[in-house]
């Protein structure tokens, strides 16, 4: 017997939360769908992280899963950051830049941020290697103006006017 049934539980009642499945490497489309500053972890309840979550498309516009990547910013909460922090806030800049944001945006300028990303196994892990955002949509054009009203009889013709 084990410790769930000792304690009165049926893990078959139990249902197993998703975390939306993983893409395999790969090009695809994607949305940020969070963009967000996280304070401890299951592993260590110090630490504080940024995480920037990519919903992943196939070409045909159908879900791939979802990939975060996630940046330390502090070890310790308050305290002076250690090398691997500075490192991962180096990492974390660039990563804004390829975004094409500045280097300390709000988080909802990231959020719904859309284009194409890379996947790639690295040994049991899949990282993002290449993130590239699509171009801004155009702003719309300018309202036309009314046509030029015509010169009052007797006027001077407009040397300039062409046709």
Request: aromatic fraction near 8%.
């Amino acid at each position: 017997m084990g410790f769930m049934s000792e304690l009165g539980i049926n893990p078959d009642e139990i249902e197993a939360p998703s975390y939306g499945e993983e893409p395999e490497p790969g090009w695809y489309r994607f949305e940020i769908s969070e963009a967000t500053l996280v304070n401890g972890t299951s592993s260590d309840e110090d630490v504080v992280k940024f995480r920037i979550t990519y919903d992943c498309y196939n070409d045909d516009d159908t879900p791939a899963g979802q990939k975060s990547e996630w940046w330390t910013l502090f070890e310790v909460a308050g305290e002076e950051p250690g090398e691997d922090a500075l490192r991962s806030r180096g990492f974390l800049k660039k990563r804004l830049l390829d975004l094409g944001l500045s280097a300390d945006p709000d988080p909802s300028e990231i959020e719904g941020l859309t284009g194409t990303i890379q996947l790639i196994r690295k040994g049991d892990y899949i990282n993002v290697r290449k993130v590239m955002v699509d171009a801004p949509k155009p702003k719309a054009a300018p309202a036309r103006t009314a046509p030029a009203k015509k010169a009052a009889p007797g006027a001077k013709p407009n040397p300039f006017k062409k046709g």
